[in-house]
């Protein structure tokens, strides 16, 4: 059994900082491709940031300049660093993680519980 567990959401006001963090826990031979996405009320789910095991990033044009995603693989943690917060980006936000728990197994998706972040004055 895999489990992603979410941390660092909560309540900023418009221009601060937060930081996500998804630890990635079980039985699990490899992690491939790592990200993050998004659902406000009412929206689909979207992407936000992903990264491979060898570290390049992908960024939604909203989120890009702001925004940095990383991981730490001795960890099997991703992280979210987000600056100059917005109003829109208010959000329950998702870890996505790509896994191989066996070597003779195929890959699956696995996604974290969610954790809110609210950017309101």
């Known amino acids: 059994q895999v489990q992603l567990?979410?941390?660092?959401?909560?309540?900023v006001q418009p221009g601060e900082s937060l930081r996500l963090s998804c630890?990635?826990?079980g039985s699990i031979f490899r992690i491939y491709t790592m990200g993050w996405y998004r659902q406000a009320p009412g929206?689909?789910?979207e992407l936000v940031a992903t990264i491979t095991s060898g570290g390049s990033a992908n960024y939604a044009?909203?989120?890009k300049g702001r925004f940095t995603i990383s991981r730490d693989n001795a960890k099997n943690t991703v992280y979210l660093q987000m600056n100059s917060l917005?109003?829109?980006d208010t959000a329950v936000y998702y870890c996505n993680a790509n896994i191989q728990q066996r070597a003779y197994l195929t890959t699956r998706d696995y996604w974290?519980?969610?954790t809110q972040v609210t950017v309101s004055s």
């Open 5 to 11: 567990v979410e941390s660092g959401g909560g309540l």
């Open 23 to 25: 630890a990635a826990s």
């Open 43 to 45: 929206e689909q789910r």
């Open 61 to 63: 044009d909203f989120v």
């Open 86 to 88: 917005k109003p829109e």
């Open 112 to 114: 974290g519980q969610g």
